[in-house]
T-cell receptor, first 114, second 109 residues
Framework: DSGVTQTPKHLITATGQRVTLRCSPR?????VYWYQQSLDQGLQFLIQ???????AKGNILERFSAQQFPDLHSELNLSSLELGDSALYFC?????????????FGPGTRLTVL | AQRVTQPEKLLSVFKGAPVELKCNYS??????LFWYVQYSRQRLQLLLR??SRESIKGFTADLNKGETSFHLKKPFAQEEDSAMYYC???????????FGSGTQLTVLP
Protein backbone atom coordinates (compact mmCIF):
# COMPACT_ATOMS: atom_id res chain seq x y z
CA ASP A 1 0.00 0.00 0.00
CA SER A 2 1.61 3.23 -1.13
CA GLY A 3 -0.90 5.35 0.74
CA VAL A 4 -0.92 6.51 4.33
CA THR A 5 -0.91 3.62 6.76
CA GLN A 6 -1.87 3.62 10.42
CA THR A 7 -1.44 1.00 13.11
CA PRO A 8 -3.15 -0.39 15.00
CA LYS A 9 -6.63 -0.36 13.50
CA HIS A 10 -8.32 -0.72 16.84
CA LEU A 11 -7.10 -0.18 20.38
CA ILE A 12 -8.98 -0.87 23.59
CA THR A 13 -7.45 0.23 26.84
CA ALA A 14 -8.31 1.43 30.32
CA THR A 15 -8.38 4.87 31.89
CA GLY A 16 -5.02 6.08 33.11
CA GLN A 17 -3.09 4.07 30.55
CA ARG A 18 -0.75 5.24 27.80
CA VAL A 19 -0.90 4.26 24.12
CA THR A 20 1.10 4.98 20.98
CA LEU A 21 -0.45 5.34 17.55
CA ARG A 22 1.73 4.99 14.50
CA CYS A 23 1.50 6.57 11.07
CA SER A 24 3.52 6.09 7.90
CA PRO A 25 3.05 8.82 5.31
CA ARG A 26 2.82 8.34 1.56
CA UNK A 27 6.15 7.85 -0.12
CA UNK A 28 7.72 11.24 -0.75
CA UNK A 29 5.46 13.20 1.58
CA UNK A 30 7.34 15.23 4.15
CA UNK A 31 4.44 16.52 6.22
CA VAL A 32 2.31 14.54 8.65
CA TYR A 33 -0.86 15.71 10.38
CA TRP A 34 -2.84 14.20 13.25
CA TYR A 35 -6.58 14.63 13.72
CA GLN A 36 -9.06 13.46 16.33
CA GLN A 37 -12.63 12.68 15.33
CA SER A 38 -15.16 12.31 18.09
CA LEU A 39 -18.96 12.37 17.95
CA ASP A 40 -19.31 15.65 19.81
CA GLN A 41 -16.28 17.54 18.48
CA GLY A 42 -16.12 16.44 14.86
CA LEU A 43 -12.78 16.34 13.09
CA GLN A 44 -10.22 18.36 15.04
CA PHE A 45 -6.66 19.15 14.01
CA LEU A 46 -4.12 18.15 16.64
CA ILE A 47 -0.62 18.72 15.31
CA GLN A 48 1.52 18.88 12.17
CA UNK A 49 5.12 17.85 11.55
CA UNK A 50 7.23 18.72 8.56
CA UNK A 51 10.44 16.82 7.92
CA UNK A 52 10.89 16.01 11.57
CA UNK A 53 10.01 19.43 12.98
CA UNK A 54 6.78 20.51 14.61
CA UNK A 55 5.11 23.03 12.31
CA ALA A 56 1.65 23.72 13.67
CA LYS A 57 -0.27 22.91 16.79
CA GLY A 58 -4.02 22.73 17.17
CA ASN A 59 -6.27 21.53 19.96
CA ILE A 60 -3.82 19.02 21.36
CA LEU A 61 -3.97 18.27 25.07
CA GLU A 62 -0.82 18.40 27.19
CA ARG A 63 -1.29 14.67 27.89
CA PHE A 64 -0.78 14.06 24.16
CA SER A 65 2.51 14.35 22.32
CA ALA A 66 3.79 13.46 18.89
CA GLN A 67 7.00 13.18 16.97
CA GLN A 68 8.20 12.52 13.46
CA PHE A 69 11.22 10.31 12.98
CA PRO A 70 14.05 10.56 10.41
CA ASP A 71 12.30 7.99 8.22
CA LEU A 72 9.29 10.37 8.32
CA HIS A 73 6.91 8.05 10.14
CA SER A 74 5.14 9.63 13.05
CA GLU A 75 3.84 8.53 16.42
CA LEU A 76 1.12 10.06 18.54
CA ASN A 77 1.44 9.30 22.24
CA LEU A 78 -1.63 9.58 24.44
CA SER A 79 -1.13 9.29 28.19
CA SER A 80 -3.26 9.34 31.35
CA LEU A 81 -6.14 8.33 29.15
CA GLU A 82 -9.67 9.41 30.01
CA LEU A 83 -13.01 8.13 28.78
CA GLY A 84 -13.38 11.25 26.67
CA ASP A 85 -10.27 10.37 24.67
CA SER A 86 -12.21 7.60 22.95
CA ALA A 87 -12.26 8.63 19.31
CA LEU A 88 -11.05 7.91 15.82
CA TYR A 89 -7.53 9.25 15.29
CA PHE A 90 -6.55 10.04 11.74
CA CYS A 91 -3.17 10.69 10.29
CA UNK A 92 -2.74 12.52 7.00
CA UNK A 93 0.27 13.41 4.91
CA UNK A 94 1.08 15.94 2.23
CA UNK A 95 3.98 16.63 -0.04
CA UNK A 96 5.29 19.86 1.41
CA UNK A 97 2.99 21.04 4.17
CA UNK A 98 1.93 24.11 2.21
CA UNK A 99 -1.48 25.28 3.35
CA UNK A 100 -3.07 24.68 -0.04
CA UNK A 101 -1.69 21.15 -0.31
CA UNK A 102 -4.00 18.19 -0.66
CA UNK A 103 -3.84 16.03 2.44
CA UNK A 104 -4.01 12.26 2.05
CA PHE A 105 -5.68 10.48 4.93
CA GLY A 106 -5.03 7.14 6.53
CA PRO A 107 -7.78 4.72 7.56
CA GLY A 108 -7.65 5.82 11.18
CA THR A 109 -7.10 4.15 14.54
CA ARG A 110 -10.17 3.65 16.68
CA LEU A 111 -9.31 4.13 20.32
CA THR A 112 -11.71 2.94 23.00
CA VAL A 113 -10.96 3.87 26.60
CA LEU A 114 -12.91 1.82 29.16
CA ALA B 1 -9.96 32.29 14.59
CA GLN B 2 -11.10 30.36 11.58
CA ARG B 3 -14.39 28.50 11.63
CA VAL B 4 -16.35 26.42 9.13
CA THR B 5 -20.10 25.89 9.37
CA GLN B 6 -22.08 23.24 7.56
CA PRO B 7 -25.66 23.87 8.60
CA GLU B 8 -27.12 20.59 7.34
CA LYS B 9 -26.18 17.40 9.15
CA LEU B 10 -28.30 15.29 6.81
CA LEU B 11 -29.42 15.92 3.25
CA SER B 12 -31.49 13.63 1.05
CA VAL B 13 -32.24 14.15 -2.61
CA PHE B 14 -33.60 11.96 -5.38
CA LYS B 15 -31.39 10.67 -8.16
CA GLY B 16 -31.23 13.18 -10.98
CA ALA B 17 -32.14 16.11 -8.78
CA PRO B 18 -29.77 19.03 -8.17
CA VAL B 19 -27.89 19.04 -4.92
CA GLU B 20 -26.25 21.84 -2.97
CA LEU B 21 -24.27 21.30 0.22
CA LYS B 22 -23.81 24.51 2.14
CA CYS B 23 -20.58 25.71 3.67
CA ASN B 24 -19.92 29.05 5.32
CA TYR B 25 -16.65 30.12 6.80
CA SER B 26 -15.30 32.85 8.99
CA UNK B 27 -11.83 34.12 8.34
CA UNK B 28 -10.76 37.62 7.56
CA UNK B 29 -7.82 36.88 5.27
CA UNK B 30 -7.55 34.86 2.07
CA UNK B 31 -8.27 31.28 3.00
CA UNK B 32 -7.88 28.18 0.91
CA LEU B 33 -11.08 26.12 0.85
CA PHE B 34 -11.58 22.42 0.26
CA TRP B 35 -14.28 19.83 0.03
CA TYR B 36 -13.35 16.39 1.34
CA VAL B 37 -15.56 13.33 0.93
CA GLN B 38 -15.78 10.04 2.76
CA TYR B 39 -17.62 7.23 0.98
CA SER B 40 -18.81 4.28 3.02
CA ARG B 41 -15.89 2.20 4.31
CA GLN B 42 -13.36 4.39 2.53
CA ARG B 43 -10.85 6.98 3.61
CA LEU B 44 -11.44 10.66 3.73
CA GLN B 45 -10.28 12.04 0.38
CA LEU B 46 -10.09 15.37 -1.36
CA LEU B 47 -12.98 16.07 -3.71
CA LEU B 48 -12.01 19.53 -4.86
CA ARG B 49 -10.27 22.70 -3.76
CA UNK B 50 -10.85 26.31 -4.56
CA UNK B 51 -7.34 26.94 -5.87
CA SER B 52 -7.77 24.34 -8.65
CA ARG B 53 -11.15 25.58 -9.86
CA GLU B 54 -11.87 22.10 -11.19
CA SER B 55 -15.06 20.14 -11.58
CA ILE B 56 -14.69 16.70 -10.05
CA LYS B 57 -17.32 13.98 -10.54
CA GLY B 58 -19.66 16.72 -11.73
CA PHE B 59 -19.28 18.74 -8.53
CA THR B 60 -18.31 22.39 -8.50
CA ALA B 61 -17.84 24.90 -5.72
CA ASP B 62 -17.52 28.65 -6.02
CA LEU B 63 -15.92 30.80 -3.42
CA ASN B 64 -18.12 33.78 -2.58
CA LYS B 65 -16.04 36.10 -0.46
CA GLY B 66 -18.90 38.53 0.06
CA GLU B 67 -21.10 35.84 1.58
CA THR B 68 -18.10 33.89 2.96
CA SER B 69 -19.48 30.74 1.41
CA PHE B 70 -18.11 27.79 -0.53
CA HIS B 71 -21.20 25.75 -1.38
CA LEU B 72 -20.80 22.45 -3.21
CA LYS B 73 -23.14 21.87 -6.13
CA LYS B 74 -24.02 19.18 -8.61
CA PRO B 75 -26.79 19.56 -11.19
CA PHE B 76 -27.81 15.89 -11.31
CA ALA B 77 -27.14 13.75 -8.24
CA GLN B 78 -26.23 10.08 -8.63
CA GLU B 79 -26.68 7.27 -6.09
CA GLU B 80 -22.91 6.85 -5.90
CA ASP B 81 -22.67 10.42 -4.58
CA SER B 82 -24.08 9.24 -1.26
CA ALA B 83 -21.34 9.97 1.26
CA MET B 84 -20.23 12.25 4.07
CA TYR B 85 -19.00 15.60 2.82
CA TYR B 86 -16.73 17.91 4.79
CA CYS B 87 -15.94 21.48 3.98
CA UNK B 88 -12.51 22.60 5.22
CA UNK B 89 -10.48 25.77 5.40
CA UNK B 90 -6.78 26.39 5.67
CA UNK B 91 -4.83 29.58 5.88
CA UNK B 92 -1.20 30.47 5.69
CA UNK B 93 -1.24 32.11 9.08
CA UNK B 94 -3.09 29.41 11.01
CA UNK B 95 -1.37 26.56 9.17
CA UNK B 96 -4.09 24.13 10.06
CA UNK B 97 -7.03 22.57 8.29
CA UNK B 98 -10.29 23.40 10.03
CA PHE B 99 -13.17 21.11 9.17
CA GLY B 100 -16.88 21.68 9.30
CA SER B 101 -19.06 19.14 11.07
CA GLY B 102 -19.95 17.41 7.82
CA THR B 103 -23.12 16.74 5.82
CA GLN B 104 -24.31 13.21 5.19
CA LEU B 105 -25.73 13.16 1.67
CA THR B 106 -28.10 10.38 0.67
CA VAL B 107 -29.19 10.11 -2.93
CA LEU B 108 -32.40 8.13 -3.17
CA PRO B 109 -33.24 5.98 -6.20
Amino acid sequence: DSGVTQTPKHLITATGQRVTLRCSPRSGDLSVYWYQQSLDQGLQFLIQYYNGEERAKGNILERFSAQQFPDLHSELNLSSLELGDSALYFCASSEAGYYADEQFFGPGTRLTVL
Amino acid sequence: AQRVTQPEKLLSVFKGAPVELKCNYSYSGSPELFWYVQYSRQRLQLLLRHISRESIKGFTADLNKGETSFHLKKPFAQEEDSAMYYCALNSGSARQLTFGSGTQLTVLP
